[in-house]
């Protein structure tokens, strides 16, 4: 199975920037798509982007412009970089992943979410 791990959150002045990274773990695998979710106390997990294996891209509208998302298949790593960050970015920010595996012998396709960071942008 695949663990993923975020790190690089923390506390950000508004306007500020802030580098999350996503690394995946766990034995062979091969990972399909990511994204990035994120869920403020008391409100429901949202969509932030995406990215394919081959890198296309989508943005929730209001981090379009303002975050980018990327991987490197190599490192088994994605990044998120947040630019111009609002008080309304904060929030517990979660990795997820599609990959393709070996389970007992037989191919699977299965999700994984890392334990999620926190992103704290001050008003």
């Known amino acids: 199975q695949v663990q993923l791990v975020e790190s690089g959150g923390g506390l950000v002045q508004p306007g500020g920037s802030l580098r999350l990274s996503c690394a995946a773990s766990?034995?062979?695998?091969?990972?399909?798509?990511m994204g990035w979710y994120r869920q403020a106390l008391g409100k429901q997990r949202e969509f932030v982007a995406d990215i394919g294996r081959s890198g296309s891209t989508n943005y929730a509208d209001s981090m379009k412009g303002r975050f980018t998302i990327s991987r490197d298949n190599a490192k088994n790593t994605m990044y998120l970089q947040m630019n111009s960050m609002r008080p309304e970015d904060t929030a517990v920010y979660y990795c997820?992943?599609?990959?393709?595996?070996?389970?007992?012998?037989?191919?699977?396709?299965?999700?994984?979410w890392g334990q999620g960071t926190q992103v704290t942008v001050p008003s």
């Open positions: 766990g034995g062979i695998f091969s990972i399909d798509g």
């Open positions: 997820n992943a599609h990959y393709y595996t070996v389970v007992d012998g037989a191919p699977a396709i299965l999700e994984a």
